[in-house]
């Protein structure tokens, strides 16, 4: 009892907090898991499977340069 | 004449300090050639085409004999059968049929996939894709209603075409390095042009109202290979759809398939860079033509708790689709242990690391 006490007075409670915030977030990624594999319903938006073998050809392929952007940041000085 | 800056929009103007074009809304600078290359290119491209041809041959008056139509009281739906196999019930939404006479007048399917897969197959099929779900209803798995599984003819459009494209890519180029003072970022702006050709053999689209397109779609692939010439003599033992959905009406979504797999295809021929995105896109159909044919499909309905939980198992494949309810008490259990593991791990973790 005393030492329950002791523990409760001494534990960082910020600690505790931060712990059931990525608790309860764990939790619920596991629960999306689980129902994503109830689902099996999903629409094709592309139609690959249906595409002739060898049938794609390119005719013109060019790369053309626009243009260039140069960011910069001060290093920290030690 | 005006050119648009590829970066946001804006109208660059010539900049006599640089000797090229810039834009004063976002300060980039593009060479004239490059502009005048990438206007070129959205101006004569023009918007999508594609059109397709759809069939017209119907039932004979030979081909019909025997051939029976039914329709269901409840969702209205029409399907036909040979005359020696019976239906009872709608496959869709599990109502009586009621039989309307002869098959006539309509239009014939010109293809078939007969069924590879026979009942017990599906049967089996169904009791696996219960296995592994920790929050399916225990109920959910009572085998009684197995035997209502039924064999059906789906009638899909199917959409043969040559496409060709025209697709601009915007892609970017980074490095980074530092000296004493700075780090610096580089990034460069490329347009990727692609043109070229594509071609589509047999992309089905979902010909029937009571069928869920997005559940036909999950049953794909279908393999044209297994198909054959359409006959009655198919039919015995399953039931025919009959289609609802006319040709053109479907085109809209084969047009929407064909034109993503273009895009995504020539997306792949871009390489070597750190992002790519499309940026103008035009596809054009050549030699487009719709077929009708009948796909194979188990279907099994299942109600429960006052809801109907459809299922279906590719004929051909035996790809087994359907969702699963979930069970709210599992739900929650799993949930709760979820939370405790991970929060176990969170307090650990920030105790030693921290």
């Known amino acids: 009892m005393l030492a329950m006490m002791i523990l409760l007075q001494t534990l960082d409670w910020m600690l505790v907090l931060k712990s059931i915030l990525v608790g309860l977030v764990g939790g619920l990624a596991v629960l999306l898991f689980m129902i994503s594999k109830n689902r099996s319903i999903k629409a094709k938006h592309e139609a690959n499977d249906y595409i002739r073998k060898n049938s794609l050809h390119l005719w013109d392929r060019r790369d053309v340069y626009l243009y260039r952007r140069v960011e910069k940041e001060r290093r920290e000085q030690k | ?354």
């Not at chain 2, 197995?146 to 025209?166: M, Q, T």
């Not at chain 2, 609802?244 to 085109?251: N, T």
């Not at chain 2, 077929?291 to 499909?297: I, N, S, W």
């Not at chain 2, 006052?306 to 069970?327: E, S």
């Open chain 2, 1 to 354: 004449m005006q050119y648009e800056c590829p970066n946001c929009g804006g109208k660059v103007q010539f900049d006599a300090t640089s000797q090229q074009m810039k834009c004063p809304y976002c300060e980039s600078e593009f060479s004239i050639e490059a502009l005048r290359e990438r206007e070129e290119l959205i101006s004569t491209q023009g918007q999508d085409e594609m059109d397709w041809e759809t069939p017209e041959t119907t039932w004979g008056q030979n081909e019909s004999a025997g051939m029976h139509a039914y329709v269901c009281q409840s969702c209205g739906g029409q399907i036909m059968t040979d005359q020696t196999t019976a239906a009872t019930k709608c496959p869709y939404c599990d109502s009586p049929v009621i039989m309307s006479g002869q098959v006539s007048g309509e239009l014939k399917p010109q293809y078939i996939i007969p069924f590879r897969v026979d009942k017990e197959a599906a049967k089996a099929a169904l009791l696996k894709h219960f296995e592994g779900k920790p929050l399916l209803p225990k109920v959910f798995k009572d085998t009684h209603y197995i035997e209502e599984i039924r064999g059906v003819y789906v009638p899909v459009w199917l959409f043969n075409a040559d496409a060709s494209a025209c697709i601009l890519f915007k892609a970017e180029k980074s490095r980074t390095w530092s000296d004493a003072q700075f780090h610096y970022r580089e990034t460069k702006y490329f347009n990727c042009v692609r043109s070229g050709g594509i071609a589509f053999a047999h992309i089905p689209v979902d010909g029937s109202s009571k069928m869920d397109d997005t559940m036909m779609e999950s049953l794909e692939p279908f393999s044209f290979d297994g198909a054959t010439e359409f006959q009655t003599a198919y039919l015995s033992g399953y039931l025919a759809d009959k289609y609802d959905v006319s040709a053109e009406d479907s085109i809209a979504r084969a047009n929407q398939r064909a034109k993503e797999s273009v895009e995504l295809a020539f997306r792949e021929t871009v390489q070597g860079y750190d992002s790519v995105k499309l940026d103008v896109s035009s596809v054009k159909l050549k030699n487009g033509k719709a077929v009708y044919a009948l796909y194979p499909v188990w279907l099994l309905n299942i109600r429960w708790n006052d809801q109907l939980y459809p299922f279906a198992m590719n004929g051909q494949t035996g790809k087994f689709v359907g969702n699963l309810p979930v069970d709210k008490g599992a739900a929650f259990k799993w949930f709760f242990i979820g939370m405790v593991i991970c929060t176990v791990i969170a307090f650990l973790f920030q105790l030693i690391f921290m």
